[in-house]
């Protein structure tokens, strides 16, 4: 499997590395493109994930500037494109068609060829226009889900909590992320 993953400007540094680390664990050969507004994010963040951790788990690392990169054609067969987290700007320009970095141009190139993209929106509260454009992006045949962890596997750290949503968008690609525990699944909640 060939997946391309997007890194935005919203807060929430630590799904992305945990995706990172449950895609490499699973050998997906993955993508990986960070905009500069992420780059300020992890610098502002300063304890969290930066941006050696993420390129260190990446197959390929591309420059967000570089619109002539392998993953914004659409003959670049991939198997899809994570979006996590995905910034209110990064998800209006998805929304819309506006192509202008290598993030957007490989999501518009997803939706194009019809393959799964998925949009992890870490932002509250939600503002009309960015519902407006929530809608607009599922219209288009984006996935849009919210870095929102359940609690009935009764996790104990944060670590659990990025795991659940880690399993979670990952199902989306028909992938599982070991150490899972899905509601009922052994018969209990």
């Known amino acids: 499997m060939k997946l391309v993953v997007g890194v935005s400007g919203g807060s929430g540094m630590p799904y992305a590395l945990a995706a990172l680390r449950a895609l490499h664990h699973l050998e997906v050969e993955t993508h990986l493109v960070v905009s500069s507004g992420a780059k300020r994010v992890m610098t502002a963040e300063g304890a969290g ?51 202008d970095t290598l993030v957007t141009r490989a999501a518009h190139v997803t939706l194009k060829e019809r393959r799964p993209l998925v949009l992890v929106v870490r932002e509250d509260p939600l503002p009309r ?53 899905r509601w009922r699944e052994d018969g209990h909640a």
């Open 49 to 99: 994930p930066q941006l050696p951790d993420l390129t260190a788990l990446a197959a390929h690392v591309h420059d967000d500037r570089d619109l002539a990169a392998s993953v914004a054609s659409g003959s670049f067969r991939t198997d899809g494109m994570l979006l996590l987290p995905c910034s209110a700007g990064t998800l209006a320009k998805v929304a819309h068609g506006f192509a």
């Open 129 to 181: 226009p960015m519902l407006v454009n929530l809608l607009a992006a599922f219209d288009a045949g984006a996935t849009v889900m919210s870095a929102s962890p359940g609690f009935y596997h009764a996790p104990d750290t944060v670590d659990d909590l990025l795991h659940f949503v880690t399993a979670r968008v990952l199902d989306q690609f028909g992938l599982d992320v070991p150490g899972f525990r």
